[in-house]
T-cell receptor
Framework: KAGVTQTPRYLIKTRGQQVTLSCSPI?????VSWYQQTPGQGLQFLFEYFSETQRNKGNFPGRFSGRQFSNSRSEMNVSTLELGDSALYLC????????????FGSGTRLTVV | QKEVEQDPGPLSVPEGAIVSLNCTYS??????FMWYRQYSRKGPELLMY????GNKEDGRFTAQVDKSSKYISLFIRDSQPSDSATYLCAMSANNAGNMLTFGGGTRLMVKP
């Protein structure tokens, strides 16, 4: 069974640009959550999508957005990139019920220069 | 002050030692507690998942939750060099919505 796949693995962008990251969940999983991981703040919840609807949202500015498609694949977008957006962006998928089956991908390392 | 506090380490132990990792939290609404292991350049991997107070054992790993003290622990017996990683505690107020609050992680090094 394939795991959670995130693409691309590494990305370098310039301040002010926008970026789109992709996450393909485990087959059958309908919930996809996104997290930002930085050395200073650790792992912070961005948002969660379930059946194409945003179900929860963390405390991030509106520059961070996401969406989920009918096949459960999800994308997150960051507009007007800032240096502080440099981080590892992780997505996690689950069937949509409990937390026990929560599985993370390996992440996308975004560097903003 | 963060909702979940975790000593960043690094914690260095000899192979075979018992390791104790801990987190404290401030939000009394947390009921679901998890421990994740994260290797370098990888995503977190779920190790233990417990609900409310009590102990749970799985192989060399034991998770303890003391809700009255807002304190959770992970014990690793017979530690191995392959256990060297960052250990993250995570918590949630409910079992739906999948919104976890993480500690900052403790880096563990097990020396052969």
């Amino acid at each position: 069974k394939a795991g959670v796949t995130q693409t691309p693995r590494y990305l370098i962008k310039t301040r002010g640009q926008q970026v789109t990251l992709s996450c393909s969940p485990i087959s059958g999983h309908r919930s996809v959550s996104w997290y930002q991981q930085t050395p200073g703040q650790g792992l912070q919840f961005l948002f969660e999508y379930f059946s194409e609807t945003q179900r929860n949202k963390g405390n991030f500015p509106g520059r961070f957005s996401g969406r989920q498609f009918s096949n459960s694949r999800s994308e997150m977008n960051v507009s007007t990139l800032e240096l502080g957006d440099s981080a590892l962006y992780l997505c996690a998928s689950s069937e949509g019920g409990g937390l026990g089956g929560y599985t993370f991908g390996s992440g996308t390392r975004l560097t903003v220069v | 002050q963060k909702e979940v506090e975790q000593d960043p380490g690094p914690l260095s132990v000899p192979e075979g030692a018992i390791v104790s990792l801990n987190c404290t939290y401030s939000n009394s609404a947390f009921q679901y507690f998890m421990w994740y292991r994260q290797y370098s350049r990888k995503g977190p991997e779920l190790l233990m998942y417990t609900y409310s107070s009590g102990n749970k054992e799985d192989g060399r790993f034991t998770a303890q939750v003391d809700k009255s003290s807002k304190y959770i622990s992970l014990f690793i017996r017979d530690s191995q060099p392959s256990d060297s990683a960052t250990y993250l505690c995570a918590m949630s107020a409910n079992n739906a919505g999948n919104m976890l609050t993480f500690g900052g992680g403790t880096r563990l090094m097990v020396k052969p």
